[in-house]
């Protein structure tokens, strides 16, 4: 009876579709029956097989890498509810090699006969499970695919009305914005056709972004860069144009080849609209700065013409002269004719130097109290002889000053004056007429009066196109260079810096063939206590008469230079000797022979230059060297240049041509401070 229930039962657990086995629930989990499907899963033919297979023990059936997970859901199925059955998943390794999913539905049993036993009903579903895994890992590469866009949008800083994924590796793109959810994936090539039409992309362009957007072309283009754009213009509905941009920038490479592309388009029609803007500010700047070089280069060949021609004056009256020797009256003719012309470069020079102090921001106006009608007689005798020569009327007019001493800088207002004037006289022709009138206004600030000067005269005038360039530096009517007069062009934009700088204002009225006028109003502070300024200024007059039989070391490199300065000085009965340079100087000065008062030092100089020669001199032993009153006279006259005389040890420094009546009164106050 036993036995043919047992057989029955085989033959009922037979008919059980997929895999059944028993094992028991003790730690070895010995297989106690498996049903012939499960010896045919795991790639046997008998049970014995199998069982050799499995070592006899359901630990055999599983996946090593999964058994871990499997014993841990059969210990909560023995601890759980025991009429549920326990579900878990597991890979199994079949005897003929790879992989099997298996589904594994168990349950635990106390039985009479076997004790604690599993019984397990066991499906394949390998395939099941493959399909899972390869949704999963499409899933998982969607997201991916995301997380790159994500990325590489926010890399970019372009707003982009469309954008693409591209696989160059297998020729598909899909939308992915605006329209995200489109998953249809298209052919790159034919969404590139669809894309650049004759209706849609400007003709030539499309021809030129087509090949521009072949996948070889783009695998190429990304394989050093991660991005590459290219801009083109777009047809709109309304047939107008719009500029775009393409941007293809590389989100996964293998290898170093870019795989997968985002593509974006933009618009940068307001881009271009400001690269436009910014080409013609730039255009625009340049051509300025191109007509400020041209007028340089006018400047310099009109400099080089102004210099030549008192230069020349200067060499040809000096060979008349030297021919004249024994006609004392040709030769003072030819000496004054030589003096004309080397004002007229030194002014030229002044000129020159003042424009690049202005231009360097190095132009300094210092102010001092100074009776303002002393200026115009100053001017005047600037100009005298070109007004009696040219047979012009001169008027002046200072009836309307109350206050004539006032806080300003008398060399700069007598250049703002000289200038203008000059100009009136320079373009006034023969039987002219020049009317100066200043005046004075009462301002709303305490103390400071408003001054205005009106030049005025009967000349050429200005046309009125140049009249608007009339203060640019270097810029001078044609006109002017034709009739021969002298001036580069740098007198009003130097006047007009003065005046500037001393918060004033200059304004110009003009009518060709009938005359100019120039207007200046500056600001200055009144100084009411006259006598006392004029009592200090009658104190202050030069008398040199103190500093005759003074000992002056000259230390000059160029003879010319040492001559004038030697008979200048002599003149004034001051006792002269020279030194070639810095380290003839120090020679003299170490052997003691002679006491100096006074050294008159050149800076560039041959061997040892006058501040070193200065330094070498305060660092002599003995405090006369210390104090021995040292005067540079050079022709640098930057404000550092005197700078760095006084820092080498120098008392004052003065600038070539010499002055003569400057440096006595420099040596006369440095003497009596002694
Ligand atoms: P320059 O050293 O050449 O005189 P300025 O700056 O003083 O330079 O003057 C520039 C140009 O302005 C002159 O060359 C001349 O063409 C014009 N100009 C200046 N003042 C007068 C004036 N009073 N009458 C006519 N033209 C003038």
């Known amino acids: 009876m036993e036995a043919i229930k047992k057989i029955e039962i085989e033959e009922i657990v037979k ?55 499997v014993e841990k859901s059969i210990a909560d199925q023995i601890a759980g509810n025991p009429r549920n059955f326990d579900y878990v998943e597991y890979r199994a390794l079949p005897k003929g090699g790879g992989v099997k999913w298996i589904e594994d539905f168990g349950h635990f049993v106390k039985s009479d006969i076997y004790g604690e036993v599993f019984y397990v009903f066991i499906t394949d579903v390998t395939e099941k499970m493959e399909r899972n895994i390869k949704q999963k890992k499409r899933l998982m590469n969607l997201a991916i695919d995301q997380e790159l866009l994500r990325k590489s949008l926010e890399s970019t800083v372009y707003s982009f009305v469309k954008v693409y994924m591209i696989n160059l590796r297998d020729g598909y793109s899909r939308e992915i914005y605006p329209d995200i959810s489109n998953e249809e994936n298209k052919k790159y090539i034919d969404a590139i056709d669809a894309y650049i039409t004759p209706e849609n992309v400007m003709e030539e362009e499309g021809r030129r972004l087509r090949i521009l957007l072949q996948p070889e072309h783009l695998q190429k283009a990304l394989v050093e860069r991660d991005s590459v754009e290219y801009r083109y213009r777009r047809k709109l509905p309304d047939s107008s144009v719009e500029w775009c941009v393409m941007v293809f ?324 009965h001051l006792l002269v000797d020279e030194a070639e340079d810095g380290d003839i100087a120090l020679e003299m000065l170490q052997n003691g022979e002679k006491e100096y008062d006074v050294i008159l030092m050149d800076i560039q100089m041959p061997r040892m230059n006058g501040y070193e020669a200065t330094k070498a001199i305060r660092g002599l032993s003995g405090s006369k060297f210390s104090r021995i009153p040292i005067i540079a006279l050079s022709a640098n006259a930057f404000e550092e240049d005197k700078r760095m005389a006084i820092s080498s040890g120098m008392n004052h420094h003065l600038s070539k041509p010499m002055d003569i009546e400057k440096v006595l009164y420099t040596m006369k106050q440095l003497l009596d401070a002694e």
């Not at 730690?27 to 050799?52: H, K, M, P, S």
């Not at 103190?546 to 000059?556: N, R, S, Y």
């Open 249 to 572: 920038t590389v989100s996964d490479r293998d290898k170093g080849l870019p795989i997968t592309v985002t593509l974006g388009i933009r618009s940068i029609e307001k881009l271009i609209q400001k690269e436009n803007q910014q080409r013609l500010l730039l255009e625009s700047a340049f051509m300025r700065a191109r007509q400020a070089s041209e007028a340089k280069t006018i400047f310099l060949a009109n400099m080089s013409h102004d210099i030549r021609t008192p230069m020349n004056a200067v060499v040809g009256f000096a060979e008349l002269g030297l021919r004249h020797g024994n006609s004392p009256e040709k030769m003072r003719e030819c000496l004054r004719k030589i003096q004309d012309s080397s004002q007229v470069l030194l002014r030229l020079i002044d000129d020159i130097l003042d424009m690049s102090r202005i231009e360097a921001d190095r132009l300094r106006i210092e102010p001092e109290s100074y009776d303002l009608l002393e200026i115009m007689p100053q001017v005047y005798q600037m100009v005298e002889k070109e007004i009696h020569d040219k047979g012009l009327k001169f008027s002046y007019d200072f009836s309307g000053i109350k206050d004539r001493v006032v806080f300003c800088d008398p060399t700069r207002m007598k250049q703002v004056l000289y200038n203008l004037v000059g100009n009136a006289v320079k373009f006034t022709p023969a039987g002219g007429k020049i009317d100066v009138r200043i005046s004075q206004y009462e301002s709303l600030s305490n103390g400071i009066e408003n001054y205005e000067f009106i030049i005025r005269d009967t000349g050429i005038g200005i046309a009125s196109e140049f009249l608007a360039k009339i203060f640019i530096p270097f810029e001078r009517e044609k006109n002017t260079t034709v009739s021969g007069n002298f001036g580069v062009g740098l007198g009003l934009p130097i006047t007009k810096n003065i005046v500037d700088l001393m918060n004033g204002s200059i304004e110009t009225e003009s009518e060709v063939g009938k005359g100019s006028t120039f207007i200046v109003r500056i600001p200055f502070q009144v100084v009411r206590e006259m006598e006392e300024q004029e009592a200090h200024a009658q104190e202050d007059q030069h008398t040199f008469s103190g500093l005759a039989g003074k000992q002056v070391l000259l230390v000059e490199d160029n003879e010319l230079n040492r001559e004038i300065a030697r008979e200048l000085l002599e003149e004034y």
């Open 15 to 69: 008919g059980i579709p997929g895999g059944f086995f028993i094992y028991y629930a003790n730690g070895a989990e010995e297989i106690i029956y498996a049903n012939q499907e499960v010896v045919y899963l795991y790639g046997c033919d008998t049970r014995d097989e199998f069982l050799e297979y499995t070592n006899g023990s359901f630990k055999g059936m599983v996946h090593p890498e999964d058994l871990e997970r």
